[in-house]
């Protein structure tokens, strides 16, 4: 999937670093830029991003009140990434629900985080997901999906509603930056949708997934162990 980003920020030179930095992710499209307030109502108003990065300080005010009137002027609210250089402002984009607070100057290696956070999010609220191949478009169910094997660079999808596995010429890393946090990692081979969890065993170093009266016993990685018990065993009694 593509997703449209904007740039709200009053610094020329901020302005161009992002967009240098932002050609490496492919998936991200520039969809345009302004310093001012009234300038950003009006573009994310247009344009509908999917993506926002936001400055705090903008010329004729704050991204702070930015946030405030996006809410009464348009229906569907974008994901916001905040850049500033004053850690005060950090309490109020946790009270905004802003997505990741970015330092000033911006570090590269933060900024891949904060888009694989954005990622995870936005796709946390579909309920498919496109993938584009040598084939053309395909569309896949996340309640359908089973679990997902590495097969080299590619990988083999299983589904919960047929018996033939899907290759998809995409690594299982790819696939991995684009599922909602109802998919877990569980070794470098393979990722397994939650829901389908029946059983977990840390001293095996097994999964056991449900498919009907099916059973599938995968193994956990080694490197993986420890975050897998902390996922699953969070909220549970």
Do not use: W
Request: proline share 3%; glycine share 4%; charged share 20%.
């Amino acid at each position: 999937m593509t997703y449209d980003y904007v740039i709200i920020e009053n610094n020329p030179g901020q302005i161009d670093f992002l967009q240098v930095a932002m050609a490496d992710f492919k998936s991200f499209t520039f969809a345009g830029s302004c310093g001012s307030l009234v300038d950003a109502i009006g573009l994310i108003s247009k344009k509908h991003p999917h993506l926002v990065f936001l400055d705090v300080e903008l010329n004729d005010g704050s991204g702070i009140e930015l946030l405030k009137q996006l809410r009464t002027h348009i229906g569907r609210f974008p994901l916001v990434i905040m850049m500033t250089d004053y850690i005060k402002y950090g309490k109020y984009a946790v009270n905004y629900d802003v997505l990741y607070f970015l330092d000033k100057p911006t570090k590269l290696s933060e900024l891949s985080l904060a888009l694989l956070k954005f990622e995870k999010r936005f796709n946390d609220t579909l309920k498919h997901f496109t993938i584009k191949d040598h084939l053309g478009y395909s569309f896949y169910d996340f309640k359908e999906i089973v679990y997902i094997e590495s097969k080299s660079s590619s990988s083999i999808i299983y589904l919960a509603n047929q018996d033939t596995p899907v290759l998809l010429s995409k690594s299982i890393g790819e696939l991995e930056r684009v599922l909602p946090s109802l998919f877990l990692r569980i070794h470098k081979q393979y990722i397994v949708n939650t829901d389908f969890i029946k059983r977990f065993n840390t001293h095996s170093k097994k999964v056991e997934l449900n498919i009907s009266t099916k059973v599938v016993t995968l193994n956990i990685g080694t490197s993986h162990l420890a975050f897998v018990k902390q996922q699953l065993l969070t909220a549970k009694v």
